[in-house]
């Protein structure tokens, strides 16, 4: 295993664009210096509402694995609910990071050995003036704060460079404010 290759597993449900937000960070870390960048979504019968996933690997070198993600560095989780249904911390390294849509505090959550970041994301979206339930732009902005990995100004353009003509101005303003309200908790 590559020890540079950062493995990040997104785990949303159908129609909240869990692929989208991927997708978004790809093209930030591409910008932002991260030359190897693999995202492998899991397509299948899923319907809206169903639990879904992608997996999104970083790298500052080429990645030749082009796989889903087992053994994730961190997972970032779009709708709560989900970790009732989904172990959606299966195969996460020892120290990892688990970044969840959620009103409650990172402590709330009893992952052992995990780095846990919360905020409100639906909440926050839907005051930005987004859909109720559309949380992908930001949960980009709780990932922002709690990897440290690629900076909100990239994140910025890339959420209105995919969303143009698509109210880009809400959904970078959904990604920001999430941003300043992430809470992230000790190991």
Same mark, same amino acid.
């Given at each position: 295993?590559?020890?540079?290759?950062?493995?990040?597993?997104?785990?949303?449900?159908?129609?909240?664009?869990? !692929?989208?937000?991927? #997708?978004?960070? $790809?093209?930030?870390?591409?910008?932002?210096?991260?030359?190897?960048?693999v995202m492998a979504?899991?397509?299948? /019968?899923?319907?809206?509402?169903?639990?879904?996933?992608? *997996? @999104?690997?970083?790298?500052?070198? #080429?990645?030749?694995?082009?796989?889903?993600?087992?053994?994730?560095?961190?997972?970032?989780?779009?709708?709560? &609910?989900?970790?009732?249904?989904?172990?959606? /911390?299966?195969?996460? #390294?020892?120290?990892? @990071?688990?970044?969840?849509? *959620?009103?409650? =505090?990172?402590?709330?959550?009893?992952?052992?050995?995990?780095?846990?970041?919360?905020?409100?994301? /639906?909440?926050? %979206?839907?005051? $930005?003036?987004?859909?109720?339930? !559309?949380?992908?732009?930001?949960?980009?902005?709780?990932?922002? =704060? %709690?990897?440290?990995l690629i900076g909100?100004?990239? &994140?910025?353009?890339?959420?209105?460079?995919?969303?143009?003509?698509?109210?880009?101005?809400?959904?970078? @303003?959904?990604?920001?404010?999430?941003?300043? =309200?992430? @809470?992230?908790?000790?190991?």
């Amino acid at each position: 295993m590559n020890q540079d290759i950062i493995k990040i597993r997104w785990h949303g449900r159908g129609g909240q664009g869990a !692929i989208t937000a991927a #997708k978004i960070v $790809a093209n930030a870390a591409f910008v932002s210096g991260f030359s190897g960048v693999v995202m492998a979504p899991t397509f299948g /019968t899923e319907r809206r509402g169903a639990p879904v996933l992608t *997996s @999104l690997q970083i790298s500052r070198q #080429k990645i030749y694995d082009l796989s889903p993600i087992t053994q994730p560095d961190m997972v970032v989780v779009l709708d709560h &609910l989900i970790i009732e249904e989904v172990d959606v /911390t299966a195969g996460l #390294k020892s120290g990892g @990071l688990v970044i969840i849509n *959620s009103t409650e =505090k990172p402590e709330f959550f009893d992952f052992k050995n995990m780095t846990v970041a919360t905020a409100d994301v /639906t909440h926050i %979206a839907a005051n $930005a003036g987004l859909p109720r339930g !559309i949380v992908n732009t930001g949960i980009i902005g709780a990932f922002a =704060k %709690a990897s440290g990995l690629i900076g909100m100004d990239i &994140l910025t353009r890339a959420i209105e460079d995919e969303f143009t003509g698509k109210h880009p101005e809400k959904n970078s @303003l959904a990604a920001r404010a999430t941003y300043e =309200k992430t @809470l992230v908790g000790g190991k």
